[in-house]
């Protein structure tokens, strides 16, 4: 129902969700990364609000993206890192982001990475014909993408439901093995299992060598599309590209822009020239790339007249990670932790993508709105999951209690009313766990991170120990106790808005 908020007086804002992948709280200037140099982050975080404890809902990609969009923890839904051609992981029937601003008369629009899969289940995905459902299907009525990751196949672009410059002649087909994919008269590529020499980029390891596609080995297989794959090194440019003229054309008209870069995942191949503009390799020239991405979209809403009245949000999907399966030049030097050359990924914090430990979820986290938001810093505690019921509240539109049953108003909080956020908060990182934050004490479950590897439950105060150093769990029994029964309650529950009044 809709019951637009009369404080916008007809003029609501636009919002940009400006995502990054893999990108962590120490890789950006603002946030004290030294060695890449982020001026376009840098000003929109002096113009706007920095998040010193703002999180996305996991520590890898597709939960973080689902609770993003949906308000629902991945775990509850079993949703974890999709492979190559996995259906769509969003019921078409559940409120969305996209949704609820399409609910307020937004034009709603996805630019980048998807990966939150294609098509019906149990029904392979037809590329040559409407590829769908997807993004179109839950509440974008624009989509350009990059349907999966740019390490897995296929390595071609979406528009709408089509492959972007397919040719009939050379039908496209992905799937687990070269049997399965290769037919007479479609373009086959070199299974890198059987070709090292065909990954010419650089070479790649473990999982990341299937199929050879401009020469870097990605994860799954597919044949045919040759007239249709995309170039790694481009990749920034036709996004950002799309992203500009999403903003002109709508720019007349409330829109919702989630602009999703890949730029620091693997296999990072920036453009030639951003190449060599740091000295970390690829992973470094890959953020100074995203940084210019996030620039062009600035310059785009100012050329348009919009940057008064635009929400933008700058954040990631979960932390850093260094050497992810490539050669390419990143350096991970094991006996100082995880750091690449005298940077760490995640600043202060502990631990990166995957992991449990606050850079897993800890990551740059920045809201600009000049007409409403007084610029400065906050340490009120949110998290990206909470976008649905917060600009819910923002749009004055009602969200029923069983739709995004984990999403909490902390609208408050985003425009800097608020400094303390959300009483308690759930981290999630897949086999690696979940944490319960309440203040600044964080409680982690006992763990088995492999048939091998048991953790014990861990407790932190990070008021004194931001880097997760000191396990206190057997000097505070009672609070871990207590931690650990209210997380459990919280994750057997429908969702941490509808089962809890204080949270
Ligand atoms: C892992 C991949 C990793 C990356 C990740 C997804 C291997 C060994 N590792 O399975 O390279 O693709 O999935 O990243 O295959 S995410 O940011 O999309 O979650
Ligand atoms: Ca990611």
């Given at each position: 129902?809709?019951?637009?908020?009369?404080?916008?007086a007809?003029?609501?804002?636009?919002?940009?969700i400006?995502?990054?992948?893999?990108?962590?709280?120490?890789?950006?200037?603002a946030?004290?990364?030294?060695?890449?140099?982020?001026?376009?982050?840098?000003?929109?975080?002096?113009?706007?609000?920095?998040?010193?404890?703002?999180?996305?809902?996991?520590?890898?990609?597709?939960?973080?993206?689902?609770?993003?969009?949906t308000?629902?923890?991945?775990?509850?839904?079993?949703?974890?890192i999709l492979?190559?051609?996995?259906p769509?992981?969003?019921?078409?029937?559940i409120?969305?982001?996209?949704?609820?601003?399409?609910?307020?008369?937004?034009s709603?629009?996805?630019?980048?990475?998807?990966?939150?899969?294609?098509?019906?289940?149990?029904?392979?995905?037809?590329?040559?014909?409407?590829?769908?459902?997807?993004?179109?299907e839950?509440?974008?009525?624009?989509s350009?993408?990059?349907?999966s990751?740019?390490d897995?196949?296929?390595c071609?672009?979406?528009?709408?439901?089509k492959?972007?410059?397919?040719?009939?002649?050379?039908?496209?087909y992905?799937?687990?093995?070269?049997?399965?994919?290769?037919?007479?008269?479609?373009?086959?590529?070199?299974?890198?299992?059987?070709?090292?020499?065909?990954?010419?980029?650089?070479?790649?390891?473990?999982?990341?060598?299937?199929?050879?596609?401009?020469?870097?080995?990605?994860?799954?297989?597919?044949?045919?599309?040759k007239?249709?794959?995309?170039?790694?090194?481009?990749?920034?440019?036709?996004?950002?590209?799309?992203?500009?003229q999403?903003?002109?054309?709508?720019?007349?008209?409330?829109?919702?822009?989630?602009?999703?870069?890949?730029?620091?995942?693997?296999?990072?191949?920036?453009?030639?020239?951003?190449?060599?503009?740091?000295?970390?390799?690829?992973?470094?020239?890959?953020?100074?790339?995203?940084?210019?991405s996030?620039?062009?979209?600035?310059?785009?809403?100012?050329q348009?007249?919009?940057?008064?009245?635009?929400?933008?949000i700058?954040?990631?999907?979960?932390?850093?990670?260094y050497?992810?399966?490539y050669?390419d030049?990143?350096?991970?030097?094991?006996?100082?932790?995880?750091?690449?050359r005298?940077?760490?990924?995640?600043?202060?914090?502990?631990?990166?993508k995957?992991?449990?430990?606050?850079?897993?979820?800890?990551v740059?986290?920045?809201v600009?709105?000049?007409?409403?938001?007084?610029?400065?810093?906050?340490?009120?505690?949110?998290?990206?999951?909470?976008?649905?019921?917060?600009?819910?509240?923002?749009?004055?539109?009602?969200?029923?209690?069983?739709?995004?049953?984990?999403?909490?108003?902390?609208?408050?909080?985003f425009?800097?009313?608020?400094?303390?956020?959300?009483?308690?908060?759930i981290?999630?990182?897949?086999?690696?766990?979940?944490?319960?934050?309440?203040?600044?004490?964080?409680?982690?479950?006992?763990?088995?991170?492999?048939?091998?590897?048991?953790?014990?439950?861990?407790?932190?105060?990070?008021?004194?120990?931001?880097?997760?150093?000191?396990?206190?769990?057997?000097?505070?029994?009672?609070?871990?106790?207590?931690?650990?029964?209210?997380?459990?309650?919280?994750?057997?529950?429908?969702?941490?808005?509808?089962?809890?009044?204080?949270?």
């Open positions: 129902m809709l019951l637009v908020s009369e404080s916008f007809g003029h609501r804002p636009n919002v940009v400006i995502y990054g992948d893999d990108v962590g709280y120490g890789d950006v200037g946030y004290g990364s030294e060695m890449i140099p982020t001026p376009n982050i840098d000003k929109l975080a002096k113009e706007g609000l920095l998040f010193t404890d703002g999180h996305c809902a996991a520590a890898t990609c597709t939960p973080s993206r689902y609770s993003l969009l308000g629902i923890h991945g775990f509850r839904d079993g949703v974890s492979p190559p051609n996995a769509l992981a969003i019921g078409t029937d409120l969305t982001l996209p949704k609820l601003f399409k609910q307020a008369g937004y709603t629009g996805v630019v980048g990475k998807w990966h939150l899969g294609i098509g019906a289940e149990g029904q392979a995905v037809d590329w040559n014909a409407e590829v769908k459902p997807g993004p179109l839950i509440g974008f009525d624009f350009f993408l990059l349907p990751t740019n897995r196949v296929p071609v672009y979406l528009d709408g439901h492959v972007v410059n397919l040719d009939p002649k050379d039908p496209l992905v799937g687990r093995s070269t049997a399965q994919v290769n037919r007479p008269g479609s373009t086959a590529y070199p299974d890198a299992k059987k070709n090292q020499e065909a990954m010419t980029y650089y070479r790649s390891t473990h999982g990341h060598n299937n199929s050879v596609i401009n020469g870097i080995g990605r994860i799954g297989y597919m044949a045919g599309g007239s249709a794959l995309w170039n790694d090194e481009t990749m920034a440019d036709v996004f950002v590209d799309k992203a500009k999403y903003i002109k054309d709508h720019k007349d008209k409330a829109f919702f822009l989630y602009f999703a870069s890949q730029d620091s995942h693997v296999p990072r191949a920036p453009h030639p020239r951003f190449q060599g503009k740091t000295k970390l390799g690829y992973r470094g020239d890959a953020m100074v790339q995203f940084d210019w996030t620039g062009e979209i600035m310059k785009a809403l100012e348009h007249g919009l940057t008064e009245n635009t929400i933008v700058f954040s990631s999907d979960n932390g850093p990670v050497d992810d399966g050669a030049g990143t350096q991970v030097k094991k006996s100082q932790g995880e750091s690449d005298g940077h760490d990924g995640s600043g202060i914090y502990r631990g990166g995957y992991q449990i430990y606050e850079g897993g979820t800890r740059p986290f920045i600009r709105w000049p007409a409403k938001i007084k610029p400065g810093k906050s340490d009120a505690l949110v998290n990206q999951i909470d976008f649905i019921a917060s600009f819910s509240s923002l749009l004055g539109v009602e969200l029923p209690e069983n739709d995004a049953p984990d999403s909490r108003n902390t609208l408050s909080a425009l800097g009313k608020d400094q303390t956020g959300l009483p308690s908060m981290e999630e990182a897949g086999k690696a766990g979940r944490a319960l934050r309440v203040g600044s004490w964080k409680y982690i479950q006992a763990r088995r991170e492999s048939s091998s590897k048991k953790v014990s439950g861990e407790l932190y105060n990070l008021a004194d120990d931001q880097g997760e150093k000191k396990n206190v769990i057997s000097e505070h029994p009672e609070r871990a106790t207590e931690m650990a029964k209210q997380l459990t309650a919280l994750m057997k529950a429908k969702g941490v808005r509808v089962s809890s009044k204080n949270n």
